[in-house]
């Protein structure tokens, strides 16, 4: 049985809207969209959940700002690590 191709656009587009109900899922999906980095957003919302928010997108701000980065999600966890290294 195939299924219409109105209701599949239709779902697609519906997996396309955000679904952010806590502050620190909002967080997380905000810094995922500064470092380009969609793909790993769940990570960056539990670094949101069990972190400070501000300091994250601080972060990421501060890698969103750099040129000649190609990776900025494996930038922004390489300066994350060193930060709390520090602490």
């Known amino acids: 049985m195939e299924l219409d191709g109105a209701?599949?656009?239709?779902?697609?587009?519906?997996a396309k809207k955000t679904r952010a109900y806590t502050k620190y899922q909002l967080?997380?999906?905000?810094?995922?969209?500064?470092?380009?980095d969609e793909k790993h957003k769940?990570?960056?919302?539990?670094?949101?959940k069990d972190g400070n928010s501000?300091?994250?997108?601080r972060l990421a701000a501060e890698?969103?700002?750099?040129?000649?980065i190609d990776n900025k999600g494996a930038y922004f966890m390489k300066?994350?690590?060193?930060q709390r290294k520090d602490k």
């Open 27 to 36: 967080v997380g999906l905000e810094i995922a969209e500064m470092l380009s």
């Open 63 to 68: 890698v969103r700002e750099r040129s000649g």
């Open 79 to 82: 300066l994350w690590k060193m």
């Open 7 to 14: 209701y599949m656009g239709g779902l697609k587009e519906r």
């Open 54 to 57: 501000q300091e994250l997108r």
């Open 42 to 48: 769940a990570l960056y919302i539990k670094l949101a």
